[in-house]
């Protein structure tokens, strides 16, 4: 039920994407790949992946994609370098729950975007 939402000229393809995020199984023994997982579906999604990858259209987007990413590790790798004195245990203190709150925060939009 979700192949006619996996086209990668649907507009439905981003409600498939994160319906398959939602139910796919992937925490799987190899075992239970080849009867429930993986092993089902694998082979379609990457033909979807390659039937992309050829479309010249998508090149510039990857190219700006993976350039923002770049750029925002860098800007992480910086952060991360600024604030880790501030995080050692033996500097506790007003300033730690704010940090690790704002890291959470920071990784769990991270998450969501990717």
Not at 1 to 28: A, H, N, V, Y
């Amino acid at each position: 039920q979700f192949r006619p939402l996996l086209c990668p000229s649907s507009d439905g393809m981003l409600k498939g994407m994160k319906l398959l995020q939602m139910f796919l199984p992937t925490m799987m023994t190899k075992e239970e790949h080849a009867s429930f997982g993986a092993d089902l579906w694998f082979e379609e999604v990457w033909h979807h992946f390659i039937s992309i990858q050829r479309n010249s259209i998508v090149e510039p987007y990857q190219v700006r994609l993976f350039t923002r990413l770049s750029r925002a590790q860098s800007y992480l790798t910086r952060l991360m370098t600024i604030i880790e004195s501030f995080l050692h245990p033996s500097n506790y203190g007003n300033h730690s729950s704010p940090l690790l709150n704002l890291l959470n925060r920071l990784v769990n939009e991270m998450v969501n975007r990717i």
